[in-house]
């Protein structure tokens, strides 16, 4: 049996953009590998740009699509290895959805409370309607919702956190061991955010249940998430724990993402500027930030940088200079031995 509840294997999804003849490649996920430990529920925050890669990366832990090479693992045993009912019903049941947008999660022809009850049945989690008006009524109950003021409703009766909360209340029906939220909270009034994200940490520990938050909000990804993965061009490029990243980054995405923040009593710098999607970018086989960051070296330009474990169990995909280098003879010894994770601390800051 394995130790860890999820884990993504050198994963990488291909677009292809265009035509046959004159289209291009796009590069949504590469490479990108990840784990959530089985001991203990946890949250995960996946933070990045529009067009990071975030959400392709959740599409693809939720089987919505499949990666061009990798692997997903669930308890030890390949996602997309499920081929029988009985495999695809006990996936469906351990792994749950939360979208973005409750509006779109729910017909407006059809009565909210009928797709909490077909997700009861088709996941055979109660037997009859009778016995699913139970588990329905806890559900709800769970997000802070009475099962009669749901009841024969539309979707356009409920303002957009009700819904998002009957959302959430439809994917603890299974008693799922994980829960995948992209961007679950962007459409909901800012003042009503919080509501959802604390529900979140009391379903956690209620429920025993890890969350997958997908976000380009750091302030709710470090008030949630226990880990914190960032996401640039397809690649996760810093990952650990989010007292540790968000409040001593070390790649100079990051950094820049804190700073993008606005503060109080700050004013924003006139040159801080995240940058649109570029395809040459996304292609580039040498270090995907090295045209704007301001601690570049030939180095970055020539070669792909390495996963490196970093002291407090941090991984940074990155040359900066700053703390930690690359031991200089490997740097000399050519490309294909910069995969190496042995690093050196420079009490000099230099490289």
């Not at 009593?265 to 580039?284: P, T």
Request: charged share 25%.
């Amino acid at each position: 049996m394995s130790d860890h509840l999820l884990e993504v294997k050198d994963v990488t999804k291909v677009f292809r953009i265009g035509g046959l003849l004159f289209g291009t490649e796009l590069v949504a996920v590469d490479n990108v590998s990840l784990s959530l430990a089985k001991r203990a529920p946890s949250i995960l925050s996946i933070v990045g740009e529009s067009g990071s890669g975030k959400t392709t990366l959740a599409k693809i832990i939720l089987k919505l699509q499949e990666p061009t090479s990798g692997d997903v693992l669930l308890e030890g045993k390949s996602i997309f290895g499920c081929h029988l009912n009985r495999d695809r019903l006990a996936y469906y049941r351990a792994v749950q959805p939360i979208f973005q947008n409750p509006f779109e999660t729910f017909s407006m022809r059809k009565c909210v409370d009928s797709y909490l009850y077909d997700t009861a049945l088709n996941l055979k989690v109660a037997k009859g309607r009778k016995a699913a008006r139970d588990i329905v009524a806890d559900a709800l109950s769970s997000v802070g919702l009475d099962i009669k003021g749901v009841a024969g409703k539309y979707p356009n009766q409920f303002s957009g956190g009700e819904l998002q909360r009957i959302s959430v209340a439809r994917g603890l029906i299974p008693r799922p061991k994980l829960i995948i939220a992209d961007e679950p909270v962007s459409m909901i009034d800012a003042s009503l955010r919080m509501n959802i994200v604390n529900m979140f940490l009391s379903l956690k520990e209620k429920y025993n249940v890890s969350f997958i938050y997908i976000t380009h909000d750091l302030s709710t990804a470090y008030y949630l998430s226990d880990y914190v993965a960032i996401m640039y061009r397809g690649n996760i490029i810093e990952y650990g724990s989010s007292d540790q990243i968000l409040t001593n980054p070390i790649h100079p995405y990051t950094e820049l993402l804190l700073n993008s923040v606005p503060t109080i009593g700050k004013k924003w710098e006139r040159n801080l500027r995240l940058s649109n999607i570029e395809l040459r970018d996304d292609k580039n086989t040498a270090c995907k930030f090295a045209s704007r960051c301001p601690f570049v070296q030939p180095v970055c330009r020539q070669n792909k940088p390495p996963a490196v474990q970093v002291p407090g169990e941090r991984e940074v995909l990155c040359f900066k200079p700053v703390d930690y280098a690359l031991d200089r003879t490997t740097l000399d010894q050519g490309s294909e031995k910069l995969t190496t994770r042995r690093w050196i601390s420079l009490g000099d800051g230099s490289c």
